[in-house]
């Protein structure tokens, strides 16, 4: 069997801590963790994160890869929750419950500066309602002019934007939120509901996928006036996650035409989508939070006969790896 001298033409490094600045194929070993590490580039990849305290689906994700919140949803024996979790990037902690508990409802914002809009109570009809985040308690504010579910969203606590969804039937409706108010824009090019979603606030947004029905790929890019379809998904898909901006966006779970819980991850680079590497596994109806397509939270959702705590982390650029002995 051939040594790493052989293989790379020098001895491998015997270093007291991990040195500050690896090259790319570097590999040392750690004296100290007495483990042997290597440094390359990931060109995107889910790993496993903390899990939920509570299996649930439907909810609302807002944040990032670091510090997001899980919102409301379908945990199991009751139709809708109103718990709350917030993430430190390693693990989930249950904080204070919303004050109307639900599902399928929009989240936009980050850990400490939240707000949700919409969802089912579990008695119909849909609801309008609206609560803020201020990193502690949810207060109610003013309602969505118009009561649905599973709708897309977007932005920030004081810049959101809420888009399609059920009311029923699937809708176009699109309104905007000023931090005080909300009001109805332009319409989405394409009713549908349970889609993907992305963006920065209520003037830059995508929309992607959901359920027209049946399925749908199409992409819709909003300006802060109108809609613009641009290039579809690879896949037609709904109750998929989405996580990033309007020109960073990753797409991911969901079901497809004759394949239900999806494990496809799909980039968008401002253009167009590119298929990339799989959830570990394949999920329906889950969380999603982060800031753009090299760093992206995946939480909760539904797989075969059950909600789920499963937390899968998405990560794209350096990184350093530890070997196994095995």
């Known amino acids: 069997m051939s040594t790493y001298k052989q293989i790379a033409g020098t001895n491998i490094e015997v270093l007291s801590s991990d040195p500050a600045n690896p090259v790319e194929g570097q590999v040392w070993y750690n004296s100290t963790s007495n483990v042997v590490k290597g440094f390359i580039y990931n060109p995107g990849s889910w790993s496993t994160g903390g899990s939920l305290n509570t299996e649930k689906a439907q909810m609302a994700g807002t944040g990032t890869q670091t510090a997001a919140l899980s919102i409301g949803g379908t945990p199991p024996v009751i139709i809708v929750g109103v718990q709350t979790e917030s993430y430190n990037g390693a693990s989930w902690t249950e904080v204070n419950d919303l004050n109307t508990g639900r599902s399928e409802l929009g989240g936009a914002g980050t850990q400490t500066a939240s707000l949700v809009f919409g969802g089912f109570t579990g008695t119909p009809p849909f609801v309008a309602l609206t609560e803020s985040w201020d990193g502690t308690n949810w207060t109610e504010v003013n309602d969505l002019n118009t009561a649905r579910r599973n709708m897309g969203s977007a932005g920030t606590q004081t810049s959101a934007l809420s888009f399609g969804g059920f009311s029923p039937p699937q809708t176009a409706i699109t309104e905007s939120w000023n931090g005080t108010s909300w009001t109805e824009v332009n319409d989405l090019n394409t009713a549908r509901d349970i889609m993907g979603s992305a963006g920065t606030d209520n003037t830059s947004a995508l929309a992607f996928g959901g359920n027209l029905p049946p399925y749908t790929a199409v992409t819709e890019s909003w300006n802060g006036t109108s809609w613009t ?57 889950l969380g999603g939070a982060g800031s753009d397509n090299t760093s992206a939270l995946a939480f909760g959702g539904s797989i075969v006969g059950a909600n789920v705590t499963t937390t899968e982390e998405w990560n794209v650029g350096p990184q350093t790896i530890t070997f196994s002995d095995s």
Request: aromatic residues 8%.
């Open 229 to 285: 379809e641009v290039n579809d998904l690879n896949t037609e898909k709904n109750y998929l996650a989405g996580a990033g901006t309007q020109t960073s966006a990753l797409a991911f779970g969901g079901d497809a035409p004759g394949l239900n819980r999806l494990t496809q991850t799909e980039s968008w680079n401002g253009t167009s989508w590119t298929e990339v590497n799989d959830l570990s596994t394949g999920t329906e109806k």
